[in-house]
């Protein structure tokens, strides 16, 4: 009889033989070729990767401003002030602004807080006799610049036009009459009205002189009229009853 273990050994033999014999093909085997559609299907594509460029040093000149302008120097100045542009001409004190033939008149002017109102004529709506109008808006062909307190300022390609609340020269002529000095001749006049009527005496009715002789008449109040009573506010004096 063989034995078992003859068995065993050869059947391991046999195992080692076959196991040989797949590594031998597995080693010689050339690759399959695959189509790129299956390989990539599964697979995302890797995104790219962007290189940043390495910075450069400035050279020294790139630095010579900061060094001769220095921050902390006694002798630094402000810069000078940009020039502005130039503002219109103002055509002062006009009161013969016209728009559509007709004169643009100021009635009156409300200004509190912040808030600004002129009240005007617009020549250019002869439907409407009188108009509030605010910064901004137009008459006409004119713009409403500014409002102050006595005046508005109205601009139209380039040029600007104020016209006055109150005319210059009325107020001048005003003025004028309140200053003017009185003449030489003219001394104040005493005017007499004659001496002045005395007042009239006084006379008392009868009913009054009743009442006062009553009044006299009355008797004095005297201390046996009087009594003085315990209350819890202390001690109080009344009229006996």
């Given at each position: 009889m063989?034995?078992?273990?003859?068995?065993?050994?050869?059947?391991?033999?046999?195992?080692?033989?076959?196991?040989?014999?797949?590594?031998?093909?597995?080693?010689?085997?050339?690759?399959?070729?695959?189509?790129e559609k299956i390989l990539g299907s599964d697979e995302k594509k890797a995104k790219p990767v962007k290189m940043t460029p390495e910075k450069r040093l400035d050279g020294?000149?790139?630095?010579?401003?900061?060094?001769?302008?220095?921050?902390?120097?006694?002798?630094?100045?402000?810069?000078?002030?940009?020039?502005?542009?130039?503002?219109?001409?103002?055509?002062?004190?006009t009161t013969d602004v016209k728009v559509s033939g007709e004169k643009v008149v100021l009635y009156g002017i409300v200004a509190l807080d912040g808030y600004k109102k002129a009240l005007t004529n617009d020549p250019s709506d002869q439907a409407v006799q009188f108009r509030w109008i605010s910064e901004g808006d137009k008459i006409g062909n004119l713009a409403v610049r500014e409002i102050s307190e006595d005046n508005i300022l109205l601009t139209?390609?380039?040029?600007?036009?104020?016209?006055?609340?109150?005319?210059?020269?009325?107020?001048a002529k005003a003025g004028a009459k309140a200053s003017a000095k009185p003449s030489a001749d003219s001394h104040p006049q005493v005017v007499s009205a004659g001496t002045p009527p005395r007042a009239a005496e006084y006379k008392p009715?009868?009913?009054?002189?009743?009442?006062?002789?009553?009044?006299?008449?009355?008797?004095?109040?005297?201390?046996?009229?009087?009594e003085t009573v315990d209350t819890p506010f202390g001690k109080i004096r009344r009229k006996k009853k």
């Open positions: 063989i034995s078992r273990i003859w068995i065993i050994n050869g059947v391991l033999a046999i195992a080692l033989v076959i196991s040989g014999v797949k590594i031998w093909d597995g080693w010689h085997e050339k690759p399959g070729v695959f189509s020294e000149t790139q630095y010579a401003d900061i060094v001769d302008k220095n921050l902390f120097s006694p002798d630094r100045a402000p810069a000078p002030p940009e020039p502005e542009g130039a503002e219109p001409e103002i055509e002062e004190a139209d390609e380039g040029k600007s036009y104020r016209i006055l609340l109150y005319d210059p020269e009325k107020a009715s009868a009913k009054q002189d009743s009442k006062q002789d009553a009044k006299v008449s009355a008797p004095p109040d005297t201390e046996d009229q009087y």
